[in-house]
């Protein structure tokens, strides 16, 4: 059976998106738990309206570990509530983690945005997705989609509750180190990229990239340092728009070359920290080579 365990705060503009597109995944066998942190609006009745599980939650890592110690099923599949599952994700998930003997899995995500999609998407795919393709066996990385094992859920006991960011990441890593992880080929998720337009995507986007490589250098992040705001739907901190065209015009300017001077500084960073990795990716390969010999 497979538990699919999402932590909630006020996400009534987004929940019902993500338990339709698991209505109508190719599955049977499947409960879905929401672990919710004191909602205010509309969330519960729309979980309870698709015959959710509610237990407590708290910041995601509470919410998740929560979520686990109700679940039946033995295998756990933790979302975040602004990803949505294209058709089919589900059935392709379970048969590349089972045919390749996995213990904990991710995949690529795809943003769901209305312009520049495809421009948006190649920059992800540049900053993330590929990336962590290459590392997937000596540095995991796991957001928004992690599917796992009960039995390794348990042993490395669940989710750190005291990392302020990335605690999904460290969770992976810790897993790996007793179980096979792998980036899954077969799919990607969608996500919807409500932080990145509440709070700015350059101001978010500068957030996951010191904090990636604070994990890289340091470890896990256990202090306030990224002051990381996990209340849904934050509207403080938006920039106003100004409708004074030559103001526009220059704000807009100034942002964009923000955007394309951290572009190409992530763009720098990933092949420092390939050197980093260098010395396990080439035991990695030397391991494949050996076993298909």
Known sequence: MLSIIIPTMNEEENIRKLLESIEEQEIDNYEVIIADNKSKDNTLN??????????KGGLPAKGRNNGAKI????????????????????KKALLEF?????????????????????IYNICYNLLYNWPI?????????????????????????????????????????????I???????SLSFILIPRRFKNEGWLRVGLKY?????????????KSDIFQYDFKRQRTEGKI???????????????????FILLFLLSLLTWPIIFLIFTPKLICQCLKININII
């Open 46 to 55: 729309i979980a309870k309206k698709y015959g959710c599980k509610i237990t």
């Open 71 to 90: 679940a039946k099923g033995n295998l756990f599949l933790f979302l975040d509530a602004d990803t949505i599952l294209p058709m089919g994700a589900l």
């Open 98 to 118: 089972e045919k390749r003997k996995l213990g904990i899995a991710s995949c690529s995500l795809e943003l769901l945005v209305e312009k520049y999609k495809i």
């Open 133 to 177: 393709r290459v590392l997937e066996n000596v540095f995991p990385y796991a957001s928004n989609f992690i599917l796992v094992k009960k039995e390794i859920h348990n042993k490395i006991k669940g989710f750190d509750e005291g990392i302020k960011l990335a605690e999904d990441h460290s969770y992976a890593r810790k897993a790996a180190k």
């Open 179 to 185: 179980a096979k992880f792998g980036f899954l080929k």
């Open 209 to 221: 990239y010191f904090c990636n490589l604070y994990n890289v250098f340091f470890g896990d992040v």
């Open 240 to 258: 106003p728009k100004i409708k004074i065209g030559i103001i526009n015009v220059i704000r807009s300017f100034i942002w964009f070359v923000f």
